[in-house]
C-alpha cells in the first residue's frame, strides 16, 4: 500500500506467491511501484523520479518469512514501524530497523567500513542481487541501490557471501574471533598500565615487614576511636552555632545599615523645615494650606531620636554576635588539643614500633594486594580470551577447508550455467569474454544487444546458485523492464521464455514488462501510479500507524 497525504492519492496491490506481472506503457509508474518495495525495507534505489519524491510517499509493506507474517511502514526516510507475526508493534530509526531486518532474514555478512571497523552492512546489500532495476542493472551488474560505495571492497565478500562460498557460518565465526581479539588487544593496554602503576608503587612504598599487627594496639585502637567519635560530635556542635551566629550578624548588620540611612533622612528633613520652609506651605500637588510650626519640627526630632535609640541597641546586639563568634572560633582552636590527643595514640609504641607505622604498613600491603588480585583477574581474562581465539581460528580453519570444496563446486556450477544460460538467449560463447566464466566478481563486457542478455544470463546463474547454497533468505527476484537495447522478436521471446522456465523453484518473481502479456494487474493511467479512488481505503488501513508513527534463513514471499 503507498499513500500520498500530499495528493490524497493512494495505491493498493497484491502479490502472487509466484508470479505478477506488472504491465502498462512508459511513465505509468511501473518502475516507482517496484522501487518502493525496496524503499520500504530500508533499500533506497540509485534513481527515484523526483516527482515521486515531491510527492511524499508512504508505504505499507506486508510480507512472509517462513509462513510468519510481518508488516513494515516506512513512514519517511528515517522512522520505520514494525508489526510482528505476534501483532507487537515496534517502532524503529533506520540503523536499529537495519538490525532487525538483517536479523529476521539471517543476513550475518561482515563488511568493514571506511573507518576500518567491521559491521553488517544495511538490507540494500542483502537485496542486490535479487533485484534488476531498470535505469542501472541492465548496462553495469551490482549497482542497484545509491550508497553502496559507504563500505570499501565490498563486492567479492558479497558475492561470496551470497552464492555461499563464504557463509553465515563462516562470517559468525570472524566475527567472534574479531571481537577476541579486540578484547585481547584491550586487556593487554589494561595489564601493561596495571603493571606500570603496579611497578611505581613497589618502588614509592617501601614496606616495613613489621613483627607486631594491629591486634596489638587494641586498647590504643579503642581509645582512637573514641577520642575521634568526641572530637566530631563537638565539632558539628561549634558548626552550627557558627552557623547560627554568622546569620545574627549578617542579620544585625543589615538592621542597623537601615536605621543608619533612615537617620541621615530624618536629619535632612528636620534642617530643611527648619531653615528653608516658610511659617506657611502649601502642598504643590492637592494646593492644601500646612503650618510650619514647632510642633511639626518637634515630630521630626523625636523620630529621630527613637532611630538613635534604635541604633544604639543594635550596635550592643553586633558586638555581642561578634564576641560569641570570637569564642566559638576558639573553642575549634581548643580542638586541636584533641587532634593531639590523637596524634599521641598514634605515636604509642610497642617494641619501638609505632601504631602509626603498623597502620601505614597494612594499608601499603592492602593497596598492593587489590592490584596483585586485580592483575590475576586480568591475567585470568587474556587465558580465556587466548584459548577462546585459538579455538576459534581453528574452526575458522576449517570452515574454509570445508569451503574449499564447496568453492569447487559452486564454481563448476556456475561455469556450467552461465554457459547455458549464455545459449539460451542467443549469445555466442565462443566470442563471450573468457574471463567472465572464470570468476564470479566479474564485468559483462557485451555491447548493443547483447549487453542486457548477458546480464539476464549472469543474473539467473547467481539465482540458481543462491537458492542452492545461499545460507541467508532467498528474497523475491524483481526483474524491471527486461526489453532493453531495442531486443528484435526472436530475441525478445528467448528473453521472456528464459525468466519463465528458469526462475529458481519455489522462488516469487515480480515482472515489469512494458509488452502485452498475462498479467495481475494492469497500469494504463500516464504519469501517476496513485490514484484517489485508492485513497479512502489505504487511508484507513493506514492512518492508525500514521498516527503512532507522530511522536530483523529462510524464504521471504511478499502479499
Known amino acids: ?73 516506512r513512514f519517511d526516510k528515517k522512522r520505520f514501524i514494525v508489526i510482528d507475526n505476534n501483532e507487537n508493534v515496534l517502532y524503529f530509526k533506520f540503523k536499529e530497523f537495519s538490525e532487525y531486518l538483517n536479523t529476521l532474514l539471517d543476513f550475518q555478512l561482515i563488511l568493514n567500513n571506511r573507518s576500518g571497523e567491521p559491521e553488517t552492512p544495511p538490507p540494500a546489500y542483502l537485496f542486490l542481487p535479487f533485484y534488476i532495476d531498470q535505469d542501472k542493472s541492465w548496462s553495469k551488474n551490482w549497482d542497484s541501490f545509491s550508497n553502496l560505495s559507504q563500505f570499501s571492497n565490498w563486492k567479492k565478500p558479497l558475492i561470496n557471501y551470497h552464492t555461499g562460498i563464504k557463509g553465515n557460518a563462516y562470517y559468525i565465526t570472524k566475527s567472534q574471533l574479531d571481537q577476541t581479539k579486540q578484547e585481547l588487544d584491550e586487556t593487554s593496554k589494561e595489564i601493561d598500565a596495571l603493571n606500570k602503576i603496579l611497578k611505581n608503587l613497589n618502588n614509592k612504598l617501601t614496606e ?22 568526641s572530637l566530631k560530635i563537638e565539632q558539628n556542635k561549634t558548626k552550627q552555632k557558627l552557623v547560627e551566629l554568622y546569620n545574627q550578624k549578617i542579620s544585625i548588620e543589615s538592621k542597623t545599615t537601615i536605621v543608619e540611612r533612615s537617620i541621615k533622612e530624618t536629619k535632612k528633613d528636620y534642617k530643611y523645615a527648619l531653615e528653608k520652609l516658610d511659617d506657611d506651605i502649601d502642598c504643590p500637588t492637592c494646593g492644601a494650606h500646612y503650618e510650619n510650626n514647632f510642633a511639626e519640627r518637634f515630630s521630626i526630632a523625636e523620630d529621630q531620636d527613637s532611630l538613635e535609640e534604635l541604633y544604639d541597641e543594635l550596635r550592643l546586639d553586633l ?30 609504641k610497642q617494641s619501638n614500633v609505632k601504631l602509626m607505622d603498623v597502620i601505614e604498613n597494612e594499608g601499603k600491603k592492602r593497596v598492593k594486594e587489590i592490584f596483585e588480585q586485580e592483575q590475576a583477574s586480568i591475567f585470568l581474562q587474556i587465558g580465556k580470551a587466548q584459548k577462546k581465539r585459538a579455538e576459534l581460528e581453528e574452526k575458522l580453519k576449517m570452515i574454509d577447508k570445508k569451503g574449499k570444496i ?71 527476484i524483481i526483474i524491471d523492464s527486461p526489453n ?7 530475441n525478445l521471446d528467448a528473453i521472456l521464455t528464459f525468466i519463465q522456465e528458469n526462475k529458481p523453484k519455489d522462488s516469487q518473481l515480480i515482472l515489469g514488462l512494458v509488452d502485452d502479456f498475462e498479467n495481475t494487474f494492469k497500469l494504463n493511467k500516464k504519469d501517476s501510479l496513485l490514484r484517489k479512488k485508492d485513497y479512502k481505503e489505504v487511508y484507513e488501513e493506514i492512518k492508525p500507524l500514521i498516527d503512532s508513527s507522530v511522536f530483523g534463513e529462510g524464504q521471504i514471499s511478499l502479499f
Not at 493512494?10 to 524503499?39: C, E, R
Not at 613489621?210 to 567519635?229: A, G, H
Open 1 to 73: 500500500m503507498i499513500i500520498s497525504l500530499r495528493e490524497k492519492k493512494a495505491k493498493k496491490i497484491s502479490f502472487n506467491p509466484d508470479t505478477t506481472i506488472i504491465k502498462g506503457t512508459n511513465q505509468v509508474g511501473k518502475s516507482s511501484l517496484i522501487k518502493s518495495i525496496y524503499y520500504t525495507l530500508g533499500a533506497t534505489p540509485g534513481l527515484m523520479h523526483p516527482n515521486w519524491i515531491k510527492s511524499e510517499p508512504i508505504s505499507l509493506l506486508k510480507f512472509e518469512v517462513d509462513n510468519e507474517k510481518y508488516q513494515v511502514l
Open 208 to 229: 616495613v615487614h613489621l613483627s607486631i599487627t594491629v591486634d596489638d594496639f587494641n586498647d590504643e585502637i579503642t581509645q582512637l576511636l573514641s577520642e575521634c567519635e
Open 319 to 348: 558586638i555581642k554576635v561578634k564576641d560569641n563568634i570570637e569564642e566559638s572560633n576558639n573553642m575549634f582552636s581548643d580542638m586541636k588539643a584533641d587532634y593531639e590527643k590523637i596524634q599521641e595514640v598514634l605515636n604509642k
Open 406 to 476: 564447496r568453492k569447487d563446486n559452486i564454481m563448476s556450477m556456475y561455469r556450467t550455467n552461465f554457459s547455458s544460460n549464455l545459449k539460451k538467449l542467443n549469445i555466442n560463447t565462443e566470442k563471450f569474454s573468457q574471463s567472465s566464466l572464470k570468476q564470479m566478481d566479474t564485468v559483462i563486457k557485451e555491447t548493443g544487444s547483447a549487453l542486457p542478455r548477458g546480464l539476464l544470463a549472469y543474473y539467473f546463474t547467481l539465482f540458481n546458485i543462491m537458492n542452492k547454497y545461499s545460507t541467508s533468505t532467498f528474497c523475491p
Open 484 to 490: 532493453q537495447q531495442e531486443q528484435d522478436k526472436e
